[in-house]
């Protein structure tokens, strides 16, 4: 084993992120300074277990409604095998806890819940519209200024604070039943189907609308880049479309952040470029 002053600094990054996250039994506190009556493996200690307090505090408030689904005992239990396998690597913990769905899809415990991974996925889509930078509101003349003809060349940009979820289970119903001002009378039958959620942050917070599968085909497409007839040629290729309603829902809820025109002759749809 190196000695002390023989430690570099690789060394010591790696044996600190051990000692904390797995809970080594290395060399680290031998060259912590000694304070007072605390020794240098309490204080790496004290250090550990405020680490993991603070990244097991900002999961729960991420994933308020996987807690609520599973208890305190069971999210605990998540929480203390999750954190070791996914430690921090950022200052800002608005980045943390990305990888809690897929680690939930793969816990033998949660075997019981398959719905919870798709909760988990709705609640951190959640945390990154609520965190998304501002827009300004659509000018719908700029739309209404486009002639037919001109479709081909129309493309949109969607607003930032905006995402589709897409789930094999009544995703939206779970996660109202589940939320704490819910009725206690009402429950979900999980027969019931998939069900697919656009969200975007309004005036008064977070939205939630269902989607059809069309609707979320033509969403996709234009956020892809296809101009707006190749959204359309993409969309009823696939499924039973009108296109005047899906248009006008999704101006309405406020997805659209802006349109341009661009012709073909420059860059043909930009999915192209």
């Known amino acids: 084993m190196s000695q002390p002053n023989q430690l570099n600094l690789q060394e010591l990054q790696s044996q600190f992120a051990d000692y904390v996250y797995q809970q080594a039994d290395n060399a680290l506190p031998n060259f912590i ?9 309490d ?22 409604t996987v807690l609520s689904i599973v208890g305190e005992d069971f999210f605990n239990a998540l ?36 719905y919870l991974p798709d909760v988990a996925r709705l609640e951190w889509r959640w945390h990154q519209v609520y965190h998304a930078a ?25 607003i930032e604070a905006s995402a589709l979820i897409q789930s094999d289970y009544p995703i ?18 999980l027969d019931d189907g998939a069900q697919n959620i656009l969200m975007l942050r309004t005036d008064n917070g977070i939205a939630m609308h269902l989607l059809s599968d069309s609707e979320v085909t033509f969403i996709e497409s234009l956020a892809e880049g296809y101009s707006l007839a190749t959204a ?12 005047n309603a899906s248009l006008q829902k999704i101006i309405q809820v406020g997805l659209l952040n802006d349109c341009y025109l661009q012709t073909n002759t420059q860059t043909g749809d930009n999915n192209d470029q």
């Not at 996914?86 to 806890?97: A, I, K, Q, V």
């Not at 827009?135 to 003809?149: G, Q, R, V």
């Not at 939206?172 to 039958?189: E, F, G, M, R, T």
């Open 43 to 64: 204080i790496l200690g004290i250090y550990r277990n405020n680490t993991l307090n603070i990244l097991k505090s900002d999961l729960e408030l991420v994933y308020p």
């Open 33 to 41: 300074q000694t304070r007072a009556d605390l020794q240098g493996k």
């Open 79 to 114: 929480v203390h095998h999750y954190i070791p396998l996914n430690p921090s690597h950022s200052g800002d913990l608005r980045n943390y806890g990305e990888n809690f769905a897929d680690f939930i899809s793969h816990f033998p415990a949660a075997e019981s819940l398959p």
């Open 232 to 243: 359309y040629e993409k969309t009823v290729q696939e499924h039973e479309f009108d296109i």
């Open 134 to 158: 501002d827009h300004t509101p659509f000018d719908i003349n700029k739309l209404a200024a486009a002639k037919p003809e001109d479709y081909d060349q129309l493309f949109f940009s969607l």
């Open 172 to 189: 939206l119903d779970i996660w109202q039943v589940s939320q704490p001002d819910a009725d206690s009378k009402l429950s979900v039958d």
